[in-house]
C-alpha cells in the first residue's frame, strides 16, 4: 500500500508541474485563464469508518479549476479588437447557414479572446475562422433581438436621403427697424432684416442651398384673455397667435392705422398676428395657454381699463400688458400685449419656394390702355380677364365682382361686358355678387375673349382704368403675394409665414405643461417639387425637396443675431469610411458625410459555473451540463461587462507567482519520489529475504 501511495503522489505533483507549466506556456495568450489544481487526499473505507486512526491512501487531483480574475486591458491597433470589462464571454459559432449561426456540427463556443478580424466575405472572425455571433440591425438601425446574426462589415455605399426636417433656430436682432415698406428680394439686403443658410438633399441625392429671410415688419398688439374670471391676477392666460389683425381706430391704445379694408397692414401679406404655430399632440393651434405666471399692476389700479401690469413668466420673462377689458363675475379680463413680427421668405438655390409648389404667381386682368390724344378724342383700354377663385374680388372702373365660388374667365368678361357709366350692377355671374358703380366708363361686348372699355370723357387727361384684385387668394390657400404700399398694391414673393415674438420670446414657445415641455411647434413648409421651369419650387436639376422647417427656439431680443441650431437630416449617397465597436457592443459604420448607422450587436454570454465549462484549446469553451446554459445579453447590460474597442484583455497569469508555484511543486515531487524509492527499496530487500 505504501507503494502506491508514494505513485499517487508523483503522480498528483506531476499533473500540478503540468497546470502551472501550462499557465506559464499561456503567459502571453490573449483572454487566457489560469488554471489552478486542485490536490485531494484519498481514504479507503476501513472497517470502522469513523476511526480517527486511519492513514490516508495517497493524494489525487479534485479538479483543475480556472481563476476568474481579469487580466491586464492594453491598447490594440485593430478596430476590430475587443476587451469585456466584466464576466461575460463573446459567442462564437463554427458554422453558418447564410448569416445565421447553426450548432452544428458543434454547438456555440465561448471566448474572451477578443482578436477579431474579417474573413472574404467581411463576416467578423476570429483567428481560428468562428464567427462573432449578434444581433442584426434593419435599415434603420435599430437592433432586430429576436434573431442571432453573424456581424458582417457592409461595405455598401449609404443612400441618399433627402431633407424631410429641418431645423434652424437664430437669435433675430430686434433693433432693426421694420421693413414694412420694401418689397422682399434676395437680392438685396435693405429688403430684409437677417437671413441665413443651410444645405438640403432632393430625392436624386444632390445637394442644394435653402436660404431663409427674415423681414422684421409692422408690430402689433394682440389680445391676452384672463383664464379665470372676475380677476385680473390670474395665474393664467390664452390668446390666439393667429388672431387677425383688427382695423380699429382707438387713440387711447396707440392705435392701428393705414390698414386696408381686408385687414392687412399696409407693406405686409398677412392680416394675422402669426401664422407658424402647430399644434402638439391632439390640441389646436388656434388658442394657447400661459401657464404658472404672475401678474402684477404696475400703474392704474388693478382690474381696470388702462392699467398696465408686468406679467412675470414661469422661466422669469417678463411682459408688460394693458388691460382693456375689466373682468366681472361673467367676463374674463383682457389684455393688449405688443407683439414683433417677423415674415420669413426662403429660396432654393436662388428660386423662389413657397409652402406649395403647386401654386401659381395669381394674375390681375390683362388691360391694354390707349391713351387720348387731345380734348375730343376718346381713352380705351382693351381687358383680358382672368378666373377668379372663391373669396377673390375684381374691381374694374368702380364696378366690383366678389366670387363666391369659383367663377371662369369667359363668365367674367361676360358680367362686365355692355355696361354703360353710372352702371351699379353687373350681367348675372353664377357664383358672384355685384357692388360698386361703374365710373366714367362704358364696355363693349365681348370680342374674342376681350371686353373694350371705353372713356366717358374725351381729354387729353388720360385718367388711366384701374383695377384692384383683393385679396389674391392662392390655390391651396397659400397667403397674398401682393402688398399695400402707400396705397398701392405691390407683387412680392410669397411668404413661408410670419412668426411673432413677446420680449423677444417667440410666441409658440410660450405655452408649456408643468413638465416645461413645448405644447405648440413653430413650423414651415417647404415645397419645391416642380421642376426646372416653374415659378415657384424650381430646383437646378428637376429634384424634388419637401421639408419642415422647425424654429421653436428662435428669438427675437435686442441683442446680436447669432445662430442656435442649424441642421437637417438629408444626405447625398456617401461611402463607407470606417467601422467601429461602441461600449455597448455596437457595430457603428460610418460614413464619409459624417452620418453614422448601427449594423449589429454583439451578443455577450454569461455562465453561473464557470469552472463547468469545457475547454476546447484555441482559446475558446463550450457549454456543459456543470456549467448551465448561457445567460445572454448586451455589453453594458447587467454585470456583464462593457466592451473597450481597439484593446485586448491579456493572460490573468501572474509569472512570478507560477514559478515560486513550479518550484514548490519541483521539491514535492522530489521528496515523494524519494519517499516511493524507500518503499520501493524495502519492498526489494523483503523480496530478497524471503528467498534466502
Known sequence: MGYGIGLSGLKSASEAIDVTSNNISNAQTVGYKSGEYVFSDQFFRAQDPQSVDRAGMGAYRMAIRRTGS????????????????????????????????????????????GQFAVDNQNRIVNENGMYLVGYPADSSGTIISSAKSVLILDRTPLAQQPTRNSSLELNLDNRVDPKTGSIFSPTDPNSYSQATSQTVYDDKGFAHTLATYYKKVSSQLMTVTAADVGTAASSSFTFSPTSTINNYEDTAFNALSDVDPFNRPAGEQF??????????????????????????????????????????LRDGTNVTLTQTVAGTSSVKAQYTVNVDRFEVFATIDGNPVTPDASVTQPTKPNIVITNGVDSTTTESAAVTFRALAAGETLTIGGLTLTATAAISASAVAAGFASKTSGATAGNSVTGGTWSGTLTGWDTSAVASGVVTFTSVTATADVSNLTCTLTPDVLVGGATDRTILIEGEEREEQLSLGVMGFIAGKNIDSLSRDSFGTPQFATRFNIDASRGEGSVYGQ????GSIQLTIEGNGTTAYSSAAQTYTNTQDGSATSQLASYN???????????DNGSSVVKGQLILAYFNNLEGLIPNGNNT?????????????????????????????????????????LMVLQRQYSAVSQATKVMAATLIDDAINIGR
Do not use: C, H, W
Open 70 to 113: 481579469y487580466g491586464t486591458v492594453v491598447n490594440s491597433q485593430n478596430p476590430l479588437d475587443m476587451a469585456i470589462t466584466g464576466p461575460g464571454m463573446f459567442m462564437m459559432a463554427k458554422t453558418v447557414d447564410g448569416t445565421v449561426p447553426t450548432e452544428n456540427p458543434t454547438k456555440f463556443q465561448y471566448s474572451r479572446n
Open 271 to 312: 392680416n394675422r398676428i402669426a401664422t407658424t404655430a402647430v399644434a402638439l399632440g391632439t390640441g389646436s393651434a388656434t388658442l394657447e395657454t400661459i401657464y404658472e405666471s404672475t401678474l402684477t399692476a404696475q400703474s392704474g389700479q388693478e382690474n381696470t381699463v388702462g392699467t398696465v401690469y408686468n406679467l412675470r
Open 539 to 542: 430646383t437646378l436639376n428637376g
Open 581 to 591: 465597436i461602441d461600449s455597448s457592443g455596437k457595430l457603428v459604420a460610418q460614413y
Open 621 to 661: 469553451y463550450e457549454a456543459s451540463s456543470a456549467s448551465g446554459e448561457p445567460l445572454l445579453s448586451f455589453p453594458g447590460d447587467g454585470t456583464l461587462g462593457a466592451i473597450r474597442s481597439k484593446a485586448v484583455e491579456q493572460s490573468n497569469v501572474d509569472l512570478t507567482e507560477e514559478l515560486v508555484k
